[in-house]
């Protein structure tokens, strides 16, 4: 068998980003999705969604001849000897996830394994809660294809840790791999097809159960989620006592090693496709085992609430909102994305246009995607400036670079009345206070 002949199936923002990573280092890549209208994107060398460095990778290797999109799952499946399955897995309106997706691919595979031969390696990468790959994934595949387990094929469970915005970067310089395997022939052969991968770069790989692997990434996005709660909260705190900054107090604390300073900046909160879908699974798994997750349910509540602080921000400054003008820089979950999926734009928005607000929007590259949410409730800006002329408040909700550069200056030139409110700490307060009324996530006056 020859374990650079890969297929990837489900071309989103993991699938894809990672099969053209593979594409670029050699391997002969099959990508499979059931929408053919992604497919013919991709083949034309266009990637749905905003990353960084993929699309000139995407260029590489579909000149070189690597990478190959299709919808046949058959050919797929024969032509290669190793499958990662990377489909979504959404969260149904409990919050627990929703694995039809996985249920399907998993349906193709032992539908096609029945007439292979040769032996296949299947490697979960979707993000499943504990006992997915065991009960769902390889009992499917046993019964359609008529095939054992750790036998005629192997399985593993191998979890990604990919930001948007950096995924390029993530995958070639992964802090370590997390291998759960069916059983040790399964967990050797993506060990060598990671070492493969990486070659004298190889991360420290990890290779435990398929349980053990799937828990990890929740306990990886809960506890990140988690740390920026805490700061959230010191934030809060903060904000009630005198002469205090919470970048202080995390740059104070993150000098602990045992702390570490990553993931402390306190803001508006986190949003994204990932933390709130996976904590609030988390969260639902736990309570299907009849086990009430205390913590988990504070680093959800602390991030339900946070955005609003911005909101009552606006009220302490300018009374009531009816027909107030506010500028919304940034609208991305986070800088280097046009993502919006749970971003917190959407709920301060939301929240000023109930109380009458006049809302101005302006986001360096999620305006398409901003359109589709908010429709006519609020004006589009097409740079920061035209975003906040003649406003009366502006809120600082995504740290994008380009409202770094703003002086203060700028505020009392475009505004009518130059009130900031940083949302993510991107200002020095020194240079803003005095010169414009200013009000920070977690600076206590
Ligand atoms: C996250 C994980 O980092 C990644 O490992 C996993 O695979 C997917 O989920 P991503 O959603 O791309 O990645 O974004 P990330 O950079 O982790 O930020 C998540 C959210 O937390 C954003 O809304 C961001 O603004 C917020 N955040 C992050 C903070 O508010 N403070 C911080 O210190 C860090």
């Given at each position: 068998m020859n374990m650079r002949n890969v297929s990837v199936f489900g071309l989103g923002y993991v699938g894809l980003t990672f099969a053209i990573c593979l594409a670029s280092k050699g391997f002969n890549v099959i990508g499979v999705d059931v929408d053919k209208f992604k497919i013919d994107l991709i083949s034309n060398g266009k990637i749905p969604f905003h990353e960084p460095g993929l699309n000139e990778l995407l260029d590489e290797v579909l000149r070189n001849g690597n990478f190959r999109c299709t919808d046949n799952y058959w050919t797929a499946i024969t032509e290669s000897s190793i499958s990662f399955i990377c489909v979504g897995t959404p969260s149904k309106p409990d919050g627990s996830i929703d694995l039809k997706y996985v249920k399907n691919v998993s349906t193709d595979v032992g539908t096609v394994l029945k007439y292979k031969d040769m032996y296949h390696l299947i490697v979960v990468r979707s993000t499943v809660t504990p006992g997915t790959t065991r009960n769902l994934v390889r009992k499917v595949v046993e019964h359609l294809s008529g095939k054992k387990c750790g036998f005629h094929f192997g399985l593993c469970m191998n979890p990604e840790f990919l930001r948007e915005g950096s995924a390029v970067h993530d995958i070639f310089h992964s802090d370590r791999v997390i291998i759960g395997e069916f059983d040790s022939k399964s967990g050797d052969l993506l060990e060598s097809f990671y070492s493969n991968f990486y070659g004298s770069h190889t991360p420290p790989i990890l290779r435990t159960?398929?349980?053990?692997?799937?828990?990890?990434?929740?306990?990886?996005?809960?506890?990140?989620?988690?740390?920026?709660?805490?700061?959230?909260?010191?934030?809060?705190?903060?904000?009630?006592?005198?002469?205090?900054?919470?970048?202080?107090?995390?740059?104070?604390?993150?000098?602990?090693?045992?702390?570490?300073?990553?993931?402390?900046?306190?803001?508006?909160?986190?949003?994204?496709?990932?933390?709130?879908?996976?904590?609030?699974?988390?969260?639902?798994?736990?309570?299907?085992?009849?086990?009430?997750?205390?913590?988990?349910?504070?680093?959800?509540?602390?991030?339900?609430?946070?955005?609003?602080?911005?909101?009552?921000?606006?009220?302490?400054?300018?009374?009531?909102?009816?027909?107030?003008?506010?500028?919304?820089?940034?609208?991305?979950?986070?800088?280097?994305?046009?993502?919006?999926?749970?971003?917190?734009?959407?709920?301060?928005?939301?929240?000023?246009?109930?109380?009458?607000?006049?809302?101005?929007?302006?986001?360096?590259?999620?305006?398409?995607?901003?359109?589709?949410?908010?429709?006519?409730?609020?004006?589009?800006?097409?740079?920061?400036?035209?975003?906040?002329?003649?406003?009366?408040?502006?809120?600082?909700?995504?740290?994008?670079?380009?409202?770094?550069?703003?002086?203060?200056?700028?505020?009392?030139?475009?505004?009518?009345?130059?009130?900031?409110?940083?949302?993510?700490?991107?200002?020095?307060?020194?240079?803003?206070?005095?010169?414009?009324?200013?009000?920070?996530?977690?600076?206590?006056?």
């Open positions: 159960s398929l349980e053990n692997a799937e828990l990890i990434k929740y306990a990886n996005n809960a506890f990140l989620a988690m740390k920026i709660s805490f700061i959230n909260e010191l934030a809060n705190i903060c904000e009630y006592i005198g002469n205090t900054d919470v970048k202080v107090i995390a740059k104070g604390i993150g000098l602990d090693h045992r702390v570490n300073p990553s993931f402390l900046n306190a803001g508006l909160g986190w949003g994204g496709s990932c933390f709130p879908k996976d904590v609030q699974a988390l969260i639902s798994f736990a309570k299907n085992l009849n086990y009430d997750p205390i913590l988990l349910n504070a680093v959800k509540k602390v991030n339900d609430l946070q955005p609003y602080r911005a909101v009552d921000m606006a009220k302490k400054l300018l009374g009531k909102l009816k027909n107030k003008k506010i500028a919304i820089l940034g609208l991305a979950f986070k800088p280097g994305t046009d993502d919006m999926r749970n971003a917190v734009s959407i709920k301060i928005v939301n929240r000023l246009v109930e109380e009458g607000a006049r809302v101005v929007v302006y986001d360096p590259v999620a305006m398409d995607n901003a359109r589709k949410i908010f429709g006519n409730n609020v004006v589009y800006a097409d740079s920061s400036i035209q975003c906040i002329k003649g406003c009366d408040c502006c809120i600082i909700v995504t740290e994008w670079d380009e409202f770094r550069y703003l002086k203060p200056e700028v505020f009392v030139k475009y505004m009518r009345f130059p009130a900031v409110i940083d949302g993510r700490r991107i200002f020095d307060p020194s240079k803003f206070l005095g010169r414009v009324k200013y009000v920070a996530i977690g600076l206590g006056l």
